[in-house]
């Protein structure tokens, strides 16, 4: 199904957990890799209306988790940042054994949850999730086992094209829409 034709809302309200892989997705999958002074630097670049998607997904109370198969220190500050409740980088891509753990953790079945991948490293997951979604640029492979092709591309807003198609499904965008601009519309700027 396309982004375009929305999504089912039972089946968005039966949804608790969503985790998004990284590369591809909450960026476009580019790498700037360094040196200084023997010091390797890696940098990512991440779509800031990515991020207030997470935000309105944390406010609905969904559990927002991270599976990425590269270990970056780039994905560690993001995560901080976004305040995700769940961060796993591994260099082994066992994307599949990392989400299991998580959900038995949680108490979350792996029908509740929706992943949002691009890519081969993805395929796992994407079989197995109750909500499988690729971005618009995700490999043919990943479009196969997807159920929701985003119309755009890795970190140039897919996330937060998601965030929005699922919070409106849920019926909640709207109010969360409200409450972000109140909270940014009251008391004195600092």
């Not at 591809?24 to 800031?48: A, P, Q, S």
């Amino acid at each position: 199904m396309s982004a375009t034709a929305g999504l089912d809302a039972e089946l968005a309200r039966r949804i608790k957990y969503v985790v998004f892989d990284v590369d591809g997705v909450m960026t476009d999958g580019g790498v700037y890799l360094g040196d200084v002074d023997g010091r390797r630097l890696e940098f990512k670049k991440y779509d800031i209306q990515d991020g207030l998607g997470i935000l309105l997904l944390r406010w609905a109370g969904l559990r927002v988790g991270i599976v990425t198969g590269r270990v970056s220190e780039s994905v560690a500050l993001r995560a901080a940042e976004l305040k995700v409740d769940d961060l796993v980088q591994d260099e082994q891509a066992r994307k599949l054994t990392a989400l299991r753990k998580l959900c038995v953790k949680h108490g979350i079945g792996l029908h509740e949850v929706a992943f949002v991948g691009d890519d081969l490293p993805d395929l796992g997951v994407l079989r197995e999730v109750g909500l499988p979604v690729v971005v618009g640029n995700a490999t043919a492979d990943a479009v196969r086992s997807a159920r929701v092709r985003l119309t755009r591309f890795g970190g140039a807003g897919a996330v937060r094209e998601f965030c929005e198609l699922l919070l409106r499904a849920r019926g909640e965008w709207d109010a969360l829409v409200e409450r972000y601009v109140q909270s940014r519309s009251e008391g004195p700027a600092k």
